[in-house]
């Protein structure tokens, strides 16, 4: 399966500097399972799983590091038999307050760019660049790029710059994320919070799923330079943002639970038994039908090979929308 057209225009020349840098580095990725990181994750229950992060790529040239928060099979049961619930609960008020589920949502975006000080390197990207951010995320759950239209679109309420040495990079798990999160998360459910910066671990970013009670810690945490225009070989076209927002409504990885069982919940990614890299076209590694989905944005591959959400995920993030994050 071949890159649709309009990709091809649009990112042409990542697609064709990136191929040799394929070969090389495709044996040094590996997953890290890290489901002690989740048992131990606190707030995390049965009933109603809190706080889960999900990571999304890793960087080229980083360590094999990734995914912290990569779910277990119990916890993807947890978590569904959460939202049946919360629809549950959300039909009966429903039915006494007359409130209809949305149909086209515009979610406002708060952005928080953490800098060491005020140099580049230390974090001052330029607000353009975020602007970018936004018009990429606007296109992607559009359905402009080649995928499936959502019923999602960002308007960006506000940038602020926060110069905290003590929060850069961002760690991934530590207090001082919790701190930073408490101090500056702005909004309600509906609220999406944008944490640039450095990040630990050779992280691309990271995001929590929704909740039925609004956490300090929900939102989304991205690297500053995988932003449009930044400086992240192969992961700068501001598919990390794309990629983390889809955790926030509520998307898994497409390579979730592997070939068995149901996989991501959704139903038209075809089942892939791992994480795909860079941009392996035709890569198929599921007995059951279709190639894998390494267009899809929810895999693992390098920006300028995923342009696509499915009616699936996109019908599962409306749902989760109005289980979780409507008003
Ligand atoms: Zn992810």
Redesign the pocket.
């Known amino acids: 399966m071949g890159l649709r057209p309009n990709l091809l225009t649009r990112r042409a020349a990542g697609v064709a500097s990136t191929t040799l840098a394929l070969l090389l580095s495709t044996a040094a990725v590996g997953v890290v399972p890290a489901a002690s990181v989740l048992s131990a994750a606190p707030g995390a229950s049965c009933a109603e799983p809190t706080d889960v992060h999900?990571?999304?790529?890793v960087k080229k040239g980083g360590s094999a590091k990734l995914?912290p928060n990569e779910l277990t099979a119990k916890q993807v049961r947890d978590r569904e038999a959460d939202l049946a619930s919360a629809l549950r609960e959300r039909a009966n008020f429903r039915a006494g307050a007359g409130a209809a589920p949305l149909a086209t949502v515009t979610i406002p975006v708060v952005v928080h760019v953490i800098q060491r000080d005020t140099t580049r390197a230390g974090g001052n990207i330029p607000d353009s660049l975020v602007t970018a951010q936004i018009d990429v995320l606007n296109k992607a759950y559009a359905g402009t790029t080649g995928g499936a239209p959502t019923a999602f679109g960002f308007q960006l309420q506000k940038v602020q710059h926060v110069t905290n040495a003590a929060w850069y990079p961002i760690v991934q798990g530590s207090s001082a994320e919790r701190q930073m999160k408490s101090s500056l998360r702005e909004g309600g459910k509906n609220t999406l919070n944008l944490y640039l910066g450095e990040l630990s671990d050779n992280l691309l970013?990271?995001?929590t799923f929704p909740t039925r009670k609004l956490n300090s810690m929900d939102g989304v945490v991205a690297l500053s330079e995988s932003l449009p225009g930044g400086t992240a070989t192969n992961y700068n076209q501001g598919d990390t943002g794309t990629?983390?927002v889809?955790?926030w409504l509520n998307l898994y990885?497409t390579f979730q639970g592997g070939c068995s069982g149901s996989g991501d919940s959704v139903t038209d990614t075809p089942a892939e038994s791992s994480p795909a890299f860079q941009c392996p076209t035709g890569r198929d590694t599921c007995t059951a039908a279709g190639l894998d989905p390494i267009t899809n944005f929810?895999d693992?591959t390098y920006d300028s090979c995923m342009y696509q959400f499915t009616p699936g995920q996109a019908s599962r993030m409306l749902t989760a929308w109005n289980a979780y994050r409507a008003a």
């Open positions: 999900s990571d999304a790529r995914d970013g990271w995001a990629h983390e889809g955790h990885h929810m693992y």
